[in-house]
């Protein structure tokens, strides 16, 4: 069947949307309905164990609801297809959708979200005006203003004084000290799978953390390790041998996979469930199914190659 990997891109795409409308929908209430933040925390807050997160998170002395499913980082991949489908045509279906998976995103709470979210779509925005206006002054200097609020983003996030912060950095000092004691042991085997360590953040001996590459290499070794991401990076480089995809959707999906990678770098969503979702996804992708359009020339394709074979076994392997 030409068109197989489409439903399973397709149903995706679909259930993210309805996910961000529920974040949505959620955050309006908070917003609106402060009181209801008890409620929430009453019956949907279960400690690490819970779905979906519900509280108030401040940033940088701005308090804002934060909404969180854990399986909420695979919004940027159906988000990196909004923004394409978006930037080609100017509709309000296009709009819609590209808002909704966007504010969706961006209200999980997350730094790493946020950050993911902001990026994918300047840069998106940043390679359609300088491939398809040709806009170069344009792209240069808001490429360049772009580079200085990201790091600048970077160094407040990397700086900031807060719980979380402070766990990863614990976490780090803890994953450097034990690849100090032998590393040449890290650098070829690691520890083996569900290994545990000891990690000053929690003063306790644990299996998993949120320094999801530092975990491989204590699993695995950095020569495995390296592996391991090279093929977890496979569907970008089928993304963008697919000559069905026009530039702007190559570079869409393959910076909305790449977003998904780094934010499993402080979350621990890459070997789990929600992890292999998203490369099942994203090889879905590489086979040119992202895209509603490109059902048709699939099948056209397919119709167009069936009727050739049938007029070349008919006629004596004469075409007409």
């Given at each position: 069947?030409?068109?197989e990997y489409?439903?399973?891109s397709?149903?995706f795409?679909?259930?993210c949307?309805l996910l961000s409308?529920?974040?949505?929908?959620?955050?309006v209430?908070?917003?609106?309905?402060p009181?209801?933040?008890m409620?929430?925390?009453?019956?949907?807050?279960?400690?690490?164990?819970?779905t979906?997160?519900i509280?108030?998170?401040n940033y940088?002395g701005?308090?804002?609801?934060m909404v969180f499913?854990?399986t909420?980082?695979?919004?940027?991949?159906?988000l990196?297809?909004s923004?394409?489908?978006?930037?080609?045509k100017?509709?309000v279906?296009?709009?819609l959708?590209?808002?909704?998976f966007a504010?969706g995103?961006?209200?999980s709470g997350t730094?790493?979200?946020?950050?993911?979210?902001?990026t994918?779509?300047?840069?998106?925005?940043?390679?359609y005006?300088?491939?398809?206006?040709?806009?170069?002054?344009?792209?240069?200097?808001?490429?360049s203003a772009?580079?200085?609020a990201?790091?600048l983003?970077v160094?407040f996030?990397?700086?900031?004084n807060?719980?979380?912060?402070n766990i990863?950095s614990g976490?780090?000092?803890?994953f450097?000290?034990?690849f100090d004691e032998n590393p040449l042991k890290?650098?070829l085997?690691g520890?083996g799978?569900?290994?545990y360590?000891y990690t000053s953040?929690?003063?306790?001996w644990?299996?998993?953390?949120?320094?999801?590459?530092?975990?491989?290499?204590?699993n695995?070794?950095?020569?495995?390790?390296?592996?391991?991401?090279?093929?977890?990076?496979l569907?970008v480089?089928?993304?963008?041998?697919?000559?069905?995809y026009?530039r702007?959707?190559?570079?869409?999906?393959?910076?909305?996979y790449?977003?998904y990678?780094f934010i499993?770098?402080?979350?621990?969503l890459?070997i789990?469930s929600?992890?292999f979702?998203?490369?099942?996804v994203a090889?879905?992708?590489?086979n040119?199914?992202?895209?509603?359009n490109?059902?048709?020339?699939k099948?056209?394709?397919?119709?167009?190659e069936?009727?050739?074979l049938?007029f070349?076994?008919s006629?004596?392997?004469?075409?007409?």
């Amino acid at each position: 069947m030409p068109c197989e990997y489409l439903k399973t891109s397709k149903v995706f795409y679909c259930v993210c949307l309805l996910l961000s409308i529920l974040q949505i929908t959620l955050f309006v209430v908070l917003i609106f309905f402060p009181e209801s933040l008890m409620f929430f925390t009453l019956f949907l807050n279960k400690g690490e164990e819970a779905t979906l997160l519900i509280g108030i998170r401040n940033y940088y002395g701005v308090e804002l609801p934060m909404v969180f499913y854990k399986t909420c980082p695979l919004l940027v991949l159906p988000l990196g297809i909004s923004v394409s489908n978006f930037l080609k045509k100017k509709s309000v279906k296009n709009f819609l959708h590209f808002a909704v998976f966007a504010f969706g995103f961006f209200i999980s709470g997350t730094r790493a979200d946020m950050l993911s979210c902001v990026t994918l779509i300047f840069a998106a925005v940043l390679f359609y005006h300088f491939y398809y206006k040709k806009e170069v002054f344009f792209t240069a200097f808001f490429s360049s203003a772009f580079l200085c609020a990201f790091l600048l983003a970077v160094v407040f996030l990397l700086t900031a004084n807060d719980y979380s912060t402070n766990i990863k950095s614990g976490h780090l000092s803890s994953f450097m000290s034990m690849f100090d004691e032998n590393p040449l042991k890290f650098l070829l085997i690691g520890n083996g799978p569900v290994s545990y360590m000891y990690t000053s953040a929690r003063n306790e001996w644990v299996t998993l953390t949120e320094l999801t590459y530092l975990e491989l290499i204590k699993n695995f070794g950095l020569i495995q390790s390296v592996l391991v991401v090279g093929i977890l990076l496979l569907p970008v480089f089928f993304i963008c041998k697919n000559e069905s995809y026009e530039r702007i959707q190559k570079f869409s999906l393959s910076l909305s996979y790449v977003a998904y990678l780094f934010i499993c770098g402080t979350n621990p969503l890459l070997i789990s469930s929600t992890g292999f979702t998203a490369l099942a996804v994203a090889f879905s992708f590489g086979n040119g199914t992202a895209f509603k359009n490109l059902e048709k020339k699939k099948l056209f394709r397919h119709t167009s190659e069936t009727k050739k074979l049938f007029f070349k076994t008919s006629f004596n392997g004469e075409e007409i």
